[in-house]
């Protein structure tokens, strides 16, 4: 599949399927993560593989959705802020970064067929206490990983003109 492709046919699944992710998938959708672009390679980024039988209470703490948990399997992604690299003016770029692999990963889902939906609105807190985060990392991002059970709504996107302007403000 071409890239302009995978772009198109990337949409926010909210229905999946029991059926399992077949590990060599996976891989390759953590790999799309790793070999994304990061600030100076620091790759300050951990990904966290979530397999969802048996944890559906705990995992409904972070995110209320009942479809959070229906697929296999959830990714969360965490920035390192230590590991990051700092521009000049103070700037850390870890969530950057992070938000850069997780769209890889993402991406990579799509063109192997698999389903994922980018969820922001989660509570960090039952994150951290799940998850056990260690004190300096923060979630990010979450993602279901599996088959879709449902069907893509129409995309709604500002026209590129709003989006773009050259050379100046």
Known sequence: MDFARVNLQRYSVRAYKPD????????????AARMAPTAVNRQPFQLLVLHTAGRRD??????HRDWFSQAPLVIGICSVPEAAWVRRDGKNYADVDTTIAMAHLILAATDLGLGTCWVAAFDPSAAREVLQLPAG??????TPLGYAA??????ERKPLAELVRYERW
């Open 137 to 142: 990392v923060e979630t990010i991002a979450f």
């Open 20 to 31: 399992a992710v077949e590990d060599s998938k996976l891989q390759q959708v953590l790999e």
């Open 150 to 155: 449902d069907q893509p709504r129409a995309k």
């Open 58 to 63: 705990e995992l409904k703490r972070i995110y």
